[in-house]
Each structure stands twice: as structure tokens, then as C-alpha cells.
């Protein structure tokens, strides 16, 4: 038998730091919000803290498919009801089809594992549901790239169209050991603008991690934007921001020039 400690505490959104870009996401009616990064970078942590938010300013239905439930949801304004994988229901993708049943405001998937998950997830976006899931990825382009790649390439015309219409944004997490000795996140984080929304639909994928580096305006940055900013306020050194670095080289150069 395996015992898990189960959180009473949801740290809130100002709590955890996190980017005034996710209240922004968590208020939308409906769309798709993909919460990523490896196992340990604290999705689980940003996922729980988005719908606490829901839950305290929203009268919203919110229902939970989590493999296994990380974090216990008391409903406050809003009625959430949290289902385990395994104890409620067999499986992610039997779980969704049946929350679609319930109408539900906001759903949470804990995983999004395969393509037909992702599609059904698409489906209660375009319908009118705020939907939240998670993957395994470490950059907000990557997460496009391993979403695409969930269907045959004769089925990718069409994800791409809906995933242009559907996606609101990605938020790509890691965790970074701080000078103070703790740790704190940082972001990779694309919001789906309408510019990005074409470069989606045509499969520009490059082209949309130029629009991040540009467009913080709209809540977007590159992940070696926010370690630089991290760096410049004292908060992590140099050296653990390169570590990290998806792009280490042009950190370095950022870095050199601000010197």
C-alpha cells in the first residue's frame, strides 16, 4: 500500500509569484490552458492555485480528473467536485466524456496522455468549457510540437486548425534554486494572440517563439527572459539561470550585455 500526504494548504496565485498572466487565463469562459514541465517543477502546485482563484471569485461548476488528486478543492463560491483515476473512473479519456454530461463551467485533466484525451479536451473547449491540462514538456513551443504530434500527420491539418481556434495558452514552469536558498519558478509562457493563432494554423512553430520574445505586452515571455529578470533582481545566480537554460548561449549573451 502506498500513502500519500495529501496538501490541506493551496498556496494562492500572488503567494507562488506567479505571472498576473495567469489570473488573466484563469478568468476566460472557455478555451484550453496547458500547465507544463518535467515531474517536480510544481505544475501541480500552479494548476491548484489557478482554480483556487476560480473557485473564490467565480460561481462557476468546476470538476477535477486527476491521476491521482494532488490537492483537496473546499468549494467556496464556486461547486468543485474532484475525481481520481483508478477510485472514481477507469481511465482520462472515460472520465472527460462523462464530465461533458454534467456541464461543467471549468474542467480540470491532470495529464493529457494521448490523442484522443487531447481531443476531447479540444472538443469541451470549443463547446464552451474553460479547460486546463497538463504534459510532460519543458518549453511553450515544445508543448505545440508534442500536442501536434498526439495524431497520424493526416489527422495534423485539422488538430492545427483547432488547436489555433481553441488554445488559449501555455504555460511552461521550472523550478530554480534561489540565492536565499529556496526555490522559485520560472515561466516560459505563450498567449494565443491572433498572430500567433495563424502561425499555429500553418505549423510556423519557429515563428511563434519570435512573437514571445516580443510580446510581453501580452502576458508572453521566453523562459531565458524570465531567468534574466530573475538574475537582474538578485533573486538566482547567473550561473544557475545558464544550468537551466533551454538556450544557454543566448542567455550568456544577455547576460555579458547587461553587465
Not at 475525481?83 to 479519456?93: N, Q
Not at 492545427?160 to 536558498?181: D, K
Request: charged share 25%.
Amino acid at each position: 500500500m502506498v500513502l500519500r500526504l495529501i496538501p490541506q494548504t493551496i498556496l494562492s496565485l500572488e503567494e507562488l509569484q506567479l505571472p498576473e498572466v495567469l489570473k488573466t487565463l484563469a478568468n476566460r469562459p472557455k478555451g484550453l490552458v496547458l500547465v507544463t514541465g518535467p515531474t517536480g517543477s510544481g505544475k501541480s502546485t500552479t494548476l491548484a492555485a489557478m482554480v483556487d482563484w476560480i473557485n473564490r471569485n467565480k460561481p462557476a461548476h468546476i470538476l477535477t480528473i486527476e491521476d491521482p488528486i494532488e490537492f483537496v478543492h473546499t468549494s467556496r463560491k464556486a461547486l468543485v467536485r474532484q475525481r481520481e483515476v483508478g477510485h472514481h473512473t477507469l481511465r482520462f479519456k472515460a472520465a472527460l466524456r462523462a464530465a461533458l454530461r454534467e456541464d461543467p463551467d471549468v474542467i480540470l485533466i491532470g495529464e493529457i496522455r494521448d490523442g484522443e484525451t487531447l481531443t476531447t479536451a479540444l472538443e469541451a473547449a470549443q463547446t464552451g468549457h474553460l479547460v486546463f491540462g497538463t504534459l510532460h514538456t519543458n518549453s511553450a513551443v515544445r508543448t505545440v510540437e508534442r500536442v501536434l504530434g498526439m495524431v497520424p500527420p493526416a489527422d495534423q491539418a485539422s488538430l492545427r486548425r483547432s488547436l489555433s481556434e481553441s488554445l488559449l495558452g501555455v504555460i511552461a514552469q521550472g523550478l530554480i534554486r534561489t540565492t536565499t536558498g529556496g526555490r522559485r519558478a520560472y515561466h516560459d509562457i505563450l498567449i494565443n494572440t491572433e498572430a500567433c493563432r495563424d502561425y499555429i494554423e500553418r505549423g510556423e512553430l519557429d515563428s511563434v517563439e519570435q512573437i514571445m520574445e516580443r510580446s510581453g505586452f501580452d502576458g508572453m515571455q521566453t523562459s531565458n527572459q524570465a531567468l534574466l529578470h530573475l538574475v537582474q533582481a538578485g533573486e538566482i545566480e547567473g550561473d544557475a539561470a545558464l544550468a537551466v537554460s533551454l538556450k544557454s548561449s543566448e542567455l550568456a549573451q544577455a547576460l555579458r550585455g547587461r553587465q
